[in-house]
């Protein structure tokens, strides 16, 4: 179910639909394979929007995917790319067969992720299979409505959920697995994931697959 899924590196993440590569927030890329069909960005931190890395995975044929809040942000890289689109929260687009859905991401009690600045998760869907990359988020309202197969939740804490609230979120949603992200670099230790192993419920299959 996760094979045609990486996560390279903090929340890096690669899925693989048929032919066509999507990356998300790609960031601290050991290579240059600049063969993405889509890029999508969560949100305009330089640990998700990275032109550096933006660079070196997107072609001239790539849609790039920001918030609509990012779009003069994300017109510093258009010459990389071959369109820029925004997104809102709360939305489904189908663009070129794939399909997205929209979640807000932000913090409830802390300041580095503001609801008013219109920033995402993403639902993937691809072959029937709901693929729900949380962003920078905790334990939201709009999150605790996401129905997925498959969830990959930050785990490192400070900004976002630490990895015991990662859990309480995974065992609420119900996915058949969950992929823990955003830890073991900026923020929060390599251990994180083997706590949020611990803590998500027996019933739901926990993939760690950071890659460095």
Same mark, same amino acid.
């Given at each position: 179910? @996760? %094979?045609? *899924? ?15 590569? *999507?990356?998300? /927030?790609? &960031? ?13 960005? @969560?949100? /305009?931190?330089?640990?998700? &929007?990275?032109?550096? +890395?933006?660079?070196?995975?997107a072609?001239?044929?790539? %849609? ?12 510093? #890289? ?33 300041? &580095? ?13 691809i ?8 962003? /920078?988020? +905790? ?22 959920? +630490? ?6 979120l #995974?065992n ?6 969950? *992929? ?8 929060g ?6 706590v &949020?192993? +611990? ?14």
């Amino acid at each position: 179910m @996760t %094979k045609d *899924i990486e996560v390279i590196t903090h929340s890096c993440i690669k899925i693989l639909e048929g032919d066509r590569r *999507i990356y998300i /927030d790609p &960031f601290q890329m050991r290579r240059e394979p600049q063969n993405a069909s889509f890029v999508l960005i @969560t949100h /305009d931190h330089h640990d998700h &929007f990275s032109p550096e +890395d933006i660079e070196k995975v997107a072609c001239k044929t790539t %849609k790039l995917i920001v918030p609509e809040t990012m779009l003069e942000k994300a017109k510093t #890289v258009e010459s990389l790319v071959g369109e820029i689109i925004t997104v809102k929260p709360g939305e489904e687009y189908t663009f070129d067969g794939l399909k997205l859905e929209t979640v807000a991401a932000y913090n409830i009690e802390k300041p &580095f992720h503001p609801k008013e600045a219109g920033w995402v998760g993403y639902i993937v869907i691809i072959a029937g299979q709901r693929i729900y990359i949380a962003g /920078d988020t +905790d334990e939201t309202a709009e999150a605790l409505n996401v129905l997925c197969d498959i969830a990959l939740v930050p785990v490192g804490g400070t900004y976002t959920m +630490d990895a015991r609230e990662a859990a309480r979120l #995974v065992n609420k949603l119900k996915p058949k697995v969950a *992929i823990p992200t955003h830890y073991g670099s900026i923020v929060g230790s390599k251990k994180a994931a083997e706590v &949020f192993r +611990d803590c998500v419920d027996l019933s739901i299959k926990v993939e760690v697959k950071m890659m460095y």
